[in-house]
Structures are given as structure tokens and as C-alpha cells.
């Protein structure tokens, strides 16, 4: 199985070394989309892991032995929808094909599940109605 | 021939036996039935666009307090208004930014907040902060003012576009190696994209390319409530080159619009952001075009394929003014998501809201045919020749 993680590393946690264990005692791959530490050392990740189903539940269990925090990717990027106007600018702004105006209606529709979380959306969109949430 | 006046047809409109379409709706009928039969049955087109639109803002009078303030600078949720009027009176503009806001000093600026906002709040029935402060005179003595209010507490609001509604424009794209932030949104580098903003068939200016019906006092659908054309905008330039059907190929008429701020709606007047330019407002705009007769109607009947826009380098072109083009597209290439420029395919994005643009046509249609909306007559229509208009540069 594959799939997009949003991982939270607290303070404590941030120094240690993880994606090492979750390939060599897990079997995984991993693949880092997205990465950064804030000044208060907080870490979050946007992790696309692929591996067996058993590896997969096991990995993400010592992750949160751990400390670290795992969200499912559907709940970052957020489209609002009454903010959204429906113009199109982003469209072309979103590598991923996520966020598509549908012809013939002229409306912009939100794949969340082609989402790369890149986040180009969110100053792209004049009407601010993309958002990152965690 | 069909005649018409808009004594007639504001008579049907009144006994809810007016046949309204919208500029959509009328090119099929038109293709299926013709111009003669289609004229004589349909009494009004209804257009609209929803896009933004820089030369936006609003006229307050803003009450007197006591003891009285000359209120010398106003501000809105840290907005700056102009005061350069009568003592409590003011103007905010769609595109002012705060004060503390860092612009373009770390570039790309964000410009997350600025006088759209403000009005799309106001309009939404939200509070905002306003602040004034004065040098104070005898008959103005008062010196600062800090109060919550909302747009019920203000005596005086009146929305005043003196540029609205454009007659075509350009399509952006970039031919440098740098992404560009424009107020024709992100262009990515060696043509990446190709950025629009009417909306083609549905436009008001359109749909009536030679200003048959729309001038001084014409009643249109304004941000979601009623409202006026005042003038001819800031920039009108009637004069450009016309494609057979009348159509401009370039940028042409604009008009400057007035209605009260209190009857309209945030979900047309919305704030927004241009990354690395501005902020802007999106204004809802629909107007209604009475079918005098079969030539107004075979000027509403045009259709995407008939109009065509230029293709203009906003990395060199546009910013230093050369008037050079890349060629002209059509609108239903521009709606279909990819143009061709030279032998690049280029996706296309718009930032006038197609989807928006039907949703008002559809609205101002059914206030007209429940007889809510009547027409009027303008007083003047907007001027068609360049004698009365100097478009020359500044330098």
C-alpha cells in the first residue's frame, strides 16, 4: 500500500532520526514531499510511505511510541468553498492537477486526493480560499 | 423590422410578460430561429461579469461627533482613506493597503488585507475599526476618534467605481525566465500560462459594442443590489480597432458605476489578493440591454468564437509600454484551457469568474422577469468617438 502522512515531531522529538528505522526495521519507503522545523523546534512532515499493510501499521506505530504525531494528508490542504469565486487562477498554479476548472461549467473543483500539499495554492488563490490546517 | 421602445417593454415588464434571456441563452436561439423571429419574441439580454476590478471603492459620510471632528486622516481596520473632502467625509479604495503592511519589501508581498477587504466586510455586516485623528479648529475641535462600528451606523455609503466592466483585455503571459506577479495574477516563466479576465460572451461592453443602449443613468445589477452607470470610466477609449461584428480586438470602453453600498451583497463585492501586486475587489456587474431592435440583438447574439483578445509579454511589453502583441486568441480557445502562441501550447487560466458571470446574468433575468427590475433609458450614451476623449500618455 502507499500512502500521504502528515507527521507532527514535538520539541523533544525533533533531533532524532526516523525515516532510518521506518526503511531498515520496517521495509518502507519513504518519501519526503515536504519537510521544515519552526523556531520552536516543532517538525512537521509530509511523508508519502509505501510498504506492506503489516509494515505499514507497524511503522506508524513506532513513530507514535515515539511522540511523533500522525495525521492523514486529506486534512491539510482544505478548500473553503464559499470563499472560493470560482475564477480558475489557480488552475494553472497547481502542478499536481488537483485543483481543476471543470468545463463546461466554469466551476473549480478540489481533488484533495491528487493534493501534493506544495501549498502554491494558498497565495495563488486572490480570494484566499485555499488553506493549510493540521 | 422589429422596433421597440423601452416604454413597451417596460410595460410587458410590469405585467411580468416580458421575455428576458440572458447573453447565453440568446446565442442559440438566435442561431436555431434567427434575427427577425428572435427579435420580435425577446425583450431583454441580460449579461454579467464578476471579476476584479481595481478603480472600486466607497464615498462615506461617516456622521459627526461631539464635540465635531475634521476628520484629516480616516482609517478603516488600518486602511487609509482619502479625506481630502468635507470634514466627516471619505473615500476608501478598493486597492489601499495598511499602513504597516510590507508591500513588496520582501518580494514576493502577500498583501493578505487592504480597502477591498474593508468594503467586503462592511458589506457582510462585520465591525470594523475606525480611526481618525485631526489637527482640530475652532469649529472642529475634537482630535482622535477610535470606535467599532458597522456599516449600519454609517449615515452615507455609496459604492463609486469610476472603472468598471472593461471592453476586452489583455491576455498576460510571460516570455522572460523569471516568474512574474502581476495583477494578472502568477505568469510562470517561458509561457507557463496565459492569465485572462472577462467574461467573453456573457461581458456587458460585449454585448453592446457600440454603446447603443448604455450610458449616463442606465440601471444595472451592482454588487449584488441596484445601481447606475455614472459615466464613461477612466480610461474609455472607444477608438481601437473593431472586428467585423463591431467587437473591440484590444482593451476599449470602460464605465464608471454608482449605487448605495447598504442593498449590496459580499458574495459580489469581494476583497482579493494579487501575490507580489495588490489587493483588488471583485465587483459583480450585470447589465440589461433592451432589444430595440435586430441590430441590438445580433450584437448580444456573439459568441466566444467571435471575439477575439491580444496576447501582450508582461515580462517586457506591457511594463515598459511598447504596444507590441503576440497575436490575438479567441475567447472560446481561452475558455477551452489551452491556447497556442507561436508553436507553444499554453494552458489558460482566467481570473474573471465565468461561473459568476452566468450566476448574475441569471439573477438581474428573473428580478426582470418577476418585474422587479425595469429598465431605464440613459440620459446620454457613453461616448463612441475619440473627438471627446484624450487617451494620450503622461510622457
Known amino acids: 500500500m502507499k500512502q500521504k502522512v502528515v507527521l ?29 522545523i519552526n523556531p520552536r523546534k516543532e517538525g512537521r512532515a509530509v511523508v508519502e510511505i509505501s510498504g506492506e499493510k503489516k509494515d505499514f501499521t507497524a ?6 511510541s515515539r511522540g511523533v504525531k500522525v495525521f492523514p494528508l486529506e486534512q491539510e490542504i482544505v478548500w473553503v468553498e464559499e470563499r472560493c469565486t470560482h475564477c480558475g487562477a489557480c488552475s494553472v498554479i497547481c502542478p499536481a492537477g488537483a485543483l481543476v476548472l471543470e468545463r463546461p461549467e466554469m466551476k473549480v473543483k478540489f481533488y484533495n486526493e491528487k493534493c501534493v500539499v506544495c501549498e502554491l495554492c494558498l497565495k495563488a488563490c486572490p480570494s484566499r480560499a485555499m488553506e493549510a490546517r493540521y | 423590422m422589429v422596433k421597440k421602445t423601452y416604454e413597451e417593454i417596460n410595460a410587458k415588464i410590469r405585467a411580468g410578460k416580458a421575455v428576458v434571456v440572458t447573453a447565453e441563452e440568446v446565442i442559440s436561439m438566435v442561431r436555431e430561429k434567427g434575427l427577425e423571429e428572435t427579435a420580435a419574441t425577446v425583450d431583454v439580454v441580460t449579461t454579467g461579469t464578476f471579476g476584479p476590478m481595481c478603480s472600486s471603492g466607497v464615498f462615506f459620510n461617516l456622521g459627526h461627533t461631539k464635540p465635531r471632528m475634521r476628520m484629516t486622516r480616516v482609517f478603516f481596520n488600518g486602511v487609509e482613506a482619502y479625506t481630502g473632502i468635507a470634514a466627516v467625509d471619505a473615500y476608501l479604495g478598493a486597492t489601499q493597503i495598511p499602513e504597516t503592511d510590507p508591500a ?15 468594503i467586503e466586510e462592511l458589506v457582510s455586516g462585520k465591525e470594523v475599526l475606525l480611526e481618525a485623528v485631526s489637527y482640530g ?19 452615507y455609503a455609496v459604492l463609486f467605481n469610476p472603472r468598471n466592466a472593461y471592453q476586452n483585455y489583455n491576455v498576460a503571459v510571460n516570455l522572460s525566465d523569471r516568474t512574474l506577479y502581476t495583477y494578472m495574477g502568477i505568469l510562470k516563466p517561458n509561457l507557463g500560462n496565459a492569465n485572462y479576465s472577462t467574461s467573453g460572451q456573457l461581458s456587458p461592453l460585449f454585448n453592446d459594442p457600440f454603446y447603443r443602449t448604455i450610458g449616463m443613468g442606465t440601471k444595472i445589477f451592482l454588487g449584488g443590489g441596484v445601481g447606475y452607470v455614472a459615466w464613461h470610466g477612466t ?16 482593451p476599449a470602453g470602460t464605465l464608471a458605476v454608482i449605487g448605495d453600498l447598504k442593498q449590496m451583497s459580499s458574495r459580489w463585492l469581494r476583497g482579493v489578493s494579487f501575490l507580489g501586486y495588490g489587493v483588488s475587489l471583485m465587483v459583480g456587474i450585470g447589465i440589461p440591454i433592451p432589444i430595440l431592435d435586430e441590430e441590438i440583438l445580433k450584437y448580444t447574439a456573439v459568441s466566444d468564437e467571435e471575439i477575439f483578445a491580444p496576447i501582450v509579454d508582461y515580462s517586457e511589453a506591457y511594463p515598459q509600454g511598447t504596444g507590441e502583441t503576440l497575436g490575438q486568441v479567441s475567447y472560446a480557445q481561452l475558455r477551452s484551457g489551452e491556447i497556442t502562441v507561436g508553436d507553444r501550447k499554453v494552458p489558460t487560466a482566467p481570473l474573471s469568474s465565468y461561473a459568476g458571470a452566468r450566476e448574475i446574468a441569471s439573477i438581474l433575468k428573473e428580478w426582470i422577469k418577476k418585474g422587479e427590475f425595469l429598465l431605464s433609458k440613459p440620459v446620454f450614451t457613453l461616448p463612441l468617438s475619440g473627438e471627446k476623449i484624450d487617451y494620450k500618455g503622461l510622457i
Open chain 1, 8 to 36: 507532527y515531531f514535538p520539541p523533544n522529538v525533533t533531533e532524532q532520526p526516523f525515516t532510518y528505522y521506518l526503511i531498515k526495521d520496517y521495509n518502507l519507503m519513504v518519501n519526503i514531499l515536504k519537510a521544515n
Open chain 2, 137 to 155: 479648529t475652532d469649529c472642529y475641535p475634537r482630535k482622535k476618534l477610535e470606535k467599532m462600528i458597522s456599516l449600519a451606523d454609517i449615515p
Open chain 2, 235 to 250: 480610461q474609455h477609449h472607444p477608438d481601437v480597432e473593431r472586428g467585423e461584428n463591431g467587437v473591440p480586438l484590444s
Open chain 1, 59 to 64: 511503522g506508524l506505530d513506532f513513530l507514535q
Open chain 2, 104 to 118: 513588496n519589501k520582501a518580494f514576493p508581498g502577500e498583501f493578505n488585507y487592504g480597502g477591498g477587504h474593508v
